[in-house]
Structures are given as structure tokens and as C-alpha cells.
């Protein structure tokens, strides 16, 4: 095994852990803040993947264009579905019973979505296949897939972009308080419930941009959505529940190791590595590789 093979084994790691970050940053926010657990969260990134693919087939627009449409159209989706579905469930004080609740709501959900997708785009497996799709960059003897760049700079920026505006700005600020202590941020004057709209609406459009670059960089279908929530749970577990900064990291770190063990063990042990890690995390380090003490985002 020659070195380039092995950096080209990281390069196609680095670039799936950075989709699986970007993928679970909006399922860490919902989880941070709200204590909500919306299993539908990898059924909202098929969605948007669809959009993204019938603008892409219907109207020619590029995906990387068709993002400042999907964005918009998933939070206002988001939107929605807080104030008909997930609003409910807010009004428990009790965070095991948000959990057990948005669980059974959130799953029903993704099985609704998924037979629409069915309906509307049949249970094909799709993708975009752009002029630049087979494009690479290559250093040495190192080739690195054009879309594999856009796809971790995009996931690095909107990661980022997240971090900035919780810590920056006057609503985010708001949304780390209510995650912190709701009753202590309400009795403050904090509208706590603007913060759960916002935060689950910003956490599904994430998921809708996340979805466009898997249907770019691999596939989409209506069942996906299960696969990408597991690797979400998988990932916020890691990094400790809610932590916004250790999320991408433990992506990138998922995704490398799992790329490693296609090599070293085959493909058909891909899929246990993450639960691997799960577990020798948990035990070592219950509450996640990156948490301090506390709650919160």
C-alpha cells in the first residue's frame, strides 16, 4: 500500500465526514435546543436532494444555484410542520417525554415523506450529473473530485455560518439561552417559543442543503432518509449532545475511519464502524468527545 493510496483513502473520507457533518449540524441544533428528536430530519435532506434534482432535470439549473431556492423553501417548510406537528410538543416540561413524543411524531412523518417521494418520484435511485461532475483536481498522484471541494467548503461554511450566528447575534444568542435553561431565559424575556420555531426551521433547511450535495456527490432515494438520521444520531452521540463546534470533527472522523475500514476490512463492515465508535465513546467518555459541563448549543 503506497502513501498516495493512502491519502487518496483520506481525501474520499474527508469528503463523506464532511456531508455527514453538515447533514447532523441541523439534527444537533433541534436536539440542542429544543430537545426534540425528529427522526424525519434525514427524510426533510431527501427532500430537499428531490427539489434540488427536479429543478436540475426540469429546468436545468444548476444544484449549487438551486441552493438559494431549496434553503428558503425548507425553512419555510420547517416552519410549517413546527407550527402543525412539533408545536405540541413543546408544551411538555419534561425532557424524556419531548423525546418519546417527537420520536413517535417525527418517525410518522418521515414515513409520510417517504411515500410521497414515492408518488412523485418513484422509488428510483437518482442523481445530478453536472458538466463539472467528473471534473477532478489532481495533485501528484492525488485526484480530488471537483464536487468532493464544493461539497466540504460548502459544509465547512454553513457549519460556520451556524456557530457565527448563535454566538454573534441577538437570536441566536436567545436560542443558546433557551437551550441552556428555558424557564430561567423565559423569566428573562426571552420568547423562547421563537427560538424553537427558528431553530427547527434553520435545522431543516440545513437538512435540505445537505441533501442537495448527497444528490450531487452520490445518490438519493425515498428511503435515504433512515441512513442519514442513523449517522446523525451517531454523530451528535460522539461529539456530546447539542455541541454545535464537535459535530463536523466527529464527521470528518466518521467519515475517514470508515473509509479506512472499506480497505482494510471491505465494504460490507463499513456500517459497524460508527457503531463502533459509538460505543468505545460512550464508554469512555459518556457525554461526548467535545462537551464542557451543561446543556446547551
Same mark, same amino acid.
Given at each position: 500500500m503506497t502513501s498516495d493510496f493512502v491519502v487518496q483513502i483520506f481525501v474520499f473520507g474527508i469528503i463523506m465526514?464532511?456531508?455527514y457533518g453538515l447533514a447532523?449540524?441541523?439534527?444537533?441544533?433541534?436536539?440542542?435546543?429544543?430537545r426534540v428528536l425528529n427522526i424525519a430530519h434525514?427524510?426533510?435532506?431527501m427532500i430537499g436532494g428531490y427539489l434540488s434534482f427536479w429543478a436540475f432535470t426540469l429546468y436545468h439549473?444548476?444544484?449549487?444555484?438551486?441552493?438559494? *431556492?431549496?434553503?428558503?423553501? *425548507?425553512?419555510?417548510?420547517?416552519?410549517?410542520?413546527?407550527?402543525v406537528q412539533v408545536f405540541p410538543v413543546i408544551k411538555f416540561t419534561d425532557d424524556h417525554d419531548k423525546i418519546h413524543t417527537s420520536l413517535l411524531i417525527s418517525f410518522g412523518l418521515s414515513v409520510v415523506l417517504e411515500n410521497i417521494a414515492l408518488l412523485l418520484w418513484t422509488g428510483d435511485i437518482r442523481s445530478i450529473t453536472t458538466?463539472?461532475?467528473?471534473?477532478?483536481?489532481?495533485?501528484?498522484?492525488?485526484?480530488?473530485?471537483?464536487?468532493?471541494?464544493?461539497?466540504?467548503?460548502?459544509?465547512?461554511?454553513?457549519?460556520?455560518?451556524?456557530y457565527l450566528f448563535l454566538i454573534k447575534t441577538?437570536?441566536?444568542?436567545s436560542m443558546r439561552a433557551t437551550a441552556a435553561d428555558w424557564k430561567a431565559a423565559s423569566l428573562m424575556g426571552i420568547n423562547t417559543n421563537r427560538?424553537?420555531?427558528?431553530?427547527?426551521?434553520?435545522?431543516?433547511?440545513?437538512?435540505?442543503?445537505?441533501?442537495?450535495?448527497?444528490?450531487?456527490?452520490?445518490?438519493?432515494?425515498?428511503?435515504?432518509?433512515?441512513?442519514?438520521?442513523?449517522?446523525?444520531?451517531i454523530i451528535i452521540t460522539v461529539a456530546g449532545v447539542g455541541n454545535i463546534r464537535g459535530v463536523l470533527a466527529c464527521g470528518l472522523l *466518521?467519515?475517514?475511519?470508515?473509509?479506512?475500514?472499506?480497505?482494510?476490512?471491505?465494504?460490507?463492515?463499513?456500517?459497524?464502524?460508527?457503531?463502533?465508535?459509538?460505543?468505545?465513546?460512550?464508554?469512555?467518555?459518556?457525554?461526548?468527545?467535545?462537551?464542557?459541563?451543561g446543556r446547551g448549543v
Amino acid at each position: 500500500m503506497t502513501s498516495d493510496f493512502v491519502v487518496q483513502i483520506f481525501v474520499f473520507g474527508i469528503i463523506m465526514g464532511a456531508l455527514y457533518g453538515l447533514a447532523s449540524v441541523g439534527f444537533t441544533l433541534v436536539f440542542g435546543v429544543m430537545r426534540v428528536l425528529n427522526i424525519a430530519h434525514g427524510a426533510f435532506m431527501m427532500i430537499g436532494g428531490y427539489l434540488s434534482f427536479w429543478a436540475f432535470t426540469l429546468y436545468h439549473v444548476d444544484p449549487l444555484v438551486s441552493l438559494l *431556492l431549496i434553503a428558503p423553501s *425548507l425553512f419555510l417548510i420547517g416552519l410549517i410542520f413546527y407550527i402543525v406537528q412539533v408545536f405540541p410538543v413543546i408544551k411538555f416540561t419534561d425532557d424524556h417525554d419531548k423525546i418519546h413524543t417527537s420520536l413517535l411524531i417525527s418517525f410518522g412523518l418521515s414515513v409520510v415523506l417517504e411515500n410521497i417521494a414515492l408518488l412523485l418520484w418513484t422509488g428510483d435511485i437518482r442523481s445530478i450529473t453536472t458538466s463539472y461532475a467528473g471534473s477532478v483536481l489532481q495533485i501528484f498522484n492525488i485526484r480530488i473530485p471537483f464536487v468532493g471541494i464544493v461539497g466540504v467548503a460548502l459544509a465547512v461554511l454553513f457549519v460556520f455560518a451556524l456557530y457565527l450566528f448563535l454566538i454573534k447575534t441577538r437570536l441566536g444568542k436567545s436560542m443558546r439561552a433557551t437551550a441552556a435553561d428555558w424557564k430561567a431565559a423565559s423569566l428573562m424575556g426571552i420568547n423562547t417559543n421563537r427560538a424553537y420555531l427558528i431553530s427547527f426551521a434553520i435545522g431543516v433547511a440545513l437538512a435540505g442543503i445537505a441533501g442537495t450535495l448527497v444528490c450531487m456527490i452520490h445518490s438519493i432515494d425515498p428511503n435515504m432518509g433512515l441512513f442519514w438520521t442513523l449517522k446523525g444520531m451517531i454523530i451528535i452521540t460522539v461529539a456530546g449532545v447539542g455541541n454545535i463546534r464537535g459535530v463536523l470533527a466527529c464527521g470528518l472522523l *466518521l467519515g475517514i475511519v470508515e473509509s479506512l475500514s472499506v480497505f482494510i476490512a471491505g465494504a460490507s463492515y463499513r456500517e459497524v464502524v460508527g457503531l463502533i465508535i459509538l460505543v468505545v465513546v460512550l464508554m469512555v467518555k459518556p457525554k461526548g468527545l467535545f462537551t464542557s459541563s451543561g446543556r446547551g448549543v
